[in-house]
T-cell receptor
Framework: DAKTTQPTSMDCAEGRAANLPCNHSTISGNEYVYWYRQIHSQGPQYIIHGLKNNETNEMASLIITEDRKSSTLILPHATLRDTAVYYCIVWVGSARQLTFGSGTQLTVLP | DTAVSQTPKYLVTQMGNDKSIKCEQNLGHDTMYWYKQDSKKFLKIMFSYNNKELIINETVPNRFSPKSPDKAHLNLHINSLELGDSAVYFC???????????FGSGTRLTVV
């Protein structure tokens, strides 16, 4: 599986967009980019995933660069409840499990 | 209805005891997982079952034994508990081993 690199921590003002970057320069053509988050003391929560195209759902948007070597998760209007650790994971269909890295601690400030 | 439910939520026990954690999912998923999150917050896969068949068994002491009576349940039994087993254990499920997992809320195990 391709490895990912994420900043250790980020801050964002409440109501502003939170942009969380992820580098996955060794990603293969059949590997997806998945994003999860873990709010303190809770189980990880699936956010969004994509292969090549940008994706949007009710929670977030995922922007994948054309060369697929990096991506950005966008929370359009961050709230205090979005404070969590965000994990960027590269996953391929033949993988037997999701492998979590250390993620980015996002703190939304009032 | 809770999609993936684990019981108990908290478990405090003495060294040497045997304990079980139960997990049930009502999503109709065919694959279930156990993850361990230690004090450093790293999430590590322990086991995975697909349609009651063990498909992942990472380097975990054989004191840990998963049991899947049916595809909706995956229980974790731990023998001779040690201090180092203290962690949060998460159950998860997915369909067709796809990457969209649904996790339970975790079981915080404390061994004293």
């Amino acid at each position: 599986d391709a490895k990912t690199t994420q900043p250790t921590s980020m801050d964002c003002a409440e109501g502003r967009a939170a942009n969380l970057p992820c580098n996955h320069s060794t990603i293969s053509g059949n590997e997806y980019v998945y994003w999860y988050r873990q709010i303190h003391s809770q189980g990880p929560q699936y956010i969004i995933h994509g292969l090549k195209n940008n994706e949007t759902n009710e929670m977030a948007s995922l922007i994948i660069t054309e060369d697929r070597k990096s991506s950005t998760l966008i929370l359009p209007h961050a709230t205090l409840r979005d404070t969590a650790v965000y994990y960027c994971i590269v996953w391929v269909g033949s993988a037997r499990q999701l492998t979590f890295g250390s993620g980015t601690q996002l703190t939304v400030l009032p | 209805d809770t999609a993936v439910s684990q019981t108990p939520k908290y478990l405090v026990t003495q060294m040497g005891n045997d304990k079980s954690i139960k997990c049930e999912q009502n999503l109709g998923h065919d694959t279930m997982y156990w993850y361990k999150q230690d004090s450093k917050k790293f999430l590590k896969i322990m086991f995975s079952y697909n349609n009651k068949e063990l498909i992942i068994n990472e380097t975990v002491p054989n004191r840990f034994s998963p049991k899947s009576p049916d595809k909706a349940h995956l229980n974790l039994h731990i023998n001779s508990l040690e201090l180092g087993d203290s962690a949060v254990y998460f159950c998860a499920s997915s369909q067709d081993r796809r990457g969209g997992y649904t996790f339970g809320s975790g079981t915080r195990l404390t061994v004293v």
